[in-house]
């Protein structure tokens, strides 16, 4: 059975929802090990997570339903890249 942890960062201000990260695996321990790796590398994620702003649920899941990664078209590169300016 696959699996899924969805986390909600709450904003400590307002008490709302700003961030939702949803980390997908095959298994328990694949999504788990997706949840610590972003959780290593992003200074807001970590900071919610230490100070317990956060919502965590875990579900166990179909394979079939982790989505498949979108392969963005080079037009569409181009429009984000004409938005960070």
């Given at each position: 059975?696959?699996?899924?942890i ?35 590398s ?8 230490e ?6 649920e ?12 979108e ?15």
């Open positions: 059975m696959a699996h899924k969805v986390v909600d960062i709450i904003d400590p201000i307002d008490g709302q929802i700003k961030v939702t990260h949803t980390f997908w695996g095959r298994t328990d321990g694949e999504a788990r090990t997706n949840y610590t790796h972003h959780l290593a992003c200074e807001y994620f970590l900071a919610a997570v100070i317990g702003n956060v919502i965590e875990e579900f166990e899941i179909d394979e079939r339903e982790i989505p498949e990664a392969e963005a078209e080079p037009d569409d590169l181009e429009d984000e890249e004409d938005d960070e300016e």
